[in-house]
């Protein structure tokens, strides 16, 4: 079941100036429900664009986007946000940073509604329910919930960001380059935490990354942009026996480009 359709969407950053950039193209993609999608492609490609106006923090200029049967591409991003949640690269976003775990997480079962710092009271009840969602994360997170997430490393607050961002279900899930930021090690951690969480409750999911490992490992399908259009969307046994070589291979075919190395970062 298409859960997330865009249709022929275009979006130009100053338009009508000398600096014009038509950055998607003419987007068309069908997300079923329960997609976990990798999106890759070179810089400046228009991956971040894609989610920015998925997500509406980008208004697009043609073409429509329709969530469960629903346009949304005239919707604001606050009224889109209780719809969809977000994880950026940046670990620094997904929290604040001034006050605790407990606070944030109360404040992240709010999505949706009217979201008010001053509504971060904590009941019993929930201190129970987040020590209980914290505790699979095997961070210790669960004993720290007084603590400040500014004190916490930049993969506990990716890994916190991430369930905050799933606290209250979302109907999609936007992932730009969220482990990006963080050391090899750390990054497969979140990654692996991501694919828990995604794949047990069956989360649509939009991940861009760099990590090719990552993009081949991960996710039931595969996107790849190149200036502003899909040159190659593959799920199921095409996608589980995906290789890099055979990205590589399918990159040139469907772009006519020779993919640079640089193009990708191949780890
Ligand atoms: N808010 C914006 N205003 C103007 N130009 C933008 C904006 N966001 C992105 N761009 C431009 O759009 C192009 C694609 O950017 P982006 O979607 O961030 O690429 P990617 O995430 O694939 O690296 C780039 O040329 C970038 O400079
Ligand atoms: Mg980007």
């Not at 989360?203 to 502003?228: P, S, W």
């Amino acid at each position: 079941m298409t859960l997330l359709r865009l249709e022929n969407v275009h979006k130009i950053f100053e338009k009508d100036t000398v600096n014009e950039n038509h950055v998607l193209k003419g987007i068309h993609l069908d997300v079923n429900q329960g997609d976990f999608i990798s999106i890759i492609g070179g810089n400046g490609a228009g991956k971040s664009t894609l989610l920015n106006s998925i997500s509406g923090s980008v208004m697009i200029d043609d073409g429509k986007i329709i969530l469960d049967n629903r346009e949304i591409q005239e919707d604001n991003a606050t009224k889109r946000a209780g719809l969809i949640s977000r994880v950026f690269q940046d670990t620094k976003m997904g929290t604040a940073s001034q006050l605790t775990i407990e606070e944030n997480m109360a404040i992240a079962k709010l999505r949706g509604q009217k979201r008010s710092l001053l509504k971060r009271a904590v009941t019993e009840a929930d201190r129970t329910y987040f020590k209980e969602i914290l505790s699979q994360l095997d961070l210790g997170l669960e004993d720290r919930l007084h603590v400040d997430t500014q004190f916490l490393s930049g993969g506990q607050r990716q890994a916190l960001t991430l369930i905050m961002a799933t606290l209250v279900f979302p109907k999609v899930l936007l992932l730009d380059e969220h482990t990006a930021a963080l050391d090899p090690k750390t990054s497969d951690m979140v990654m692996q935490l991501t694919n828990k969480v995604v794949t047990q409750r069956q989360i649509t999911t939009l991940m861009i990354t760099h990590n090719m490992e990552h993009a081949i490992q991960y996710g039931n399908r595969l996107v790849m942009l190149h200036q502003g259009q899909i040159v190659v969307d593959i799920a199921g046994k095409e996608k589980e026996q995906l290789t890099v070589s055979k990205i590589m291979t399918l990159f040139q075919e469907r772009s006519g480009h020779a993919l640079v190395n640089d193009e990708l970062i191949l780890m």
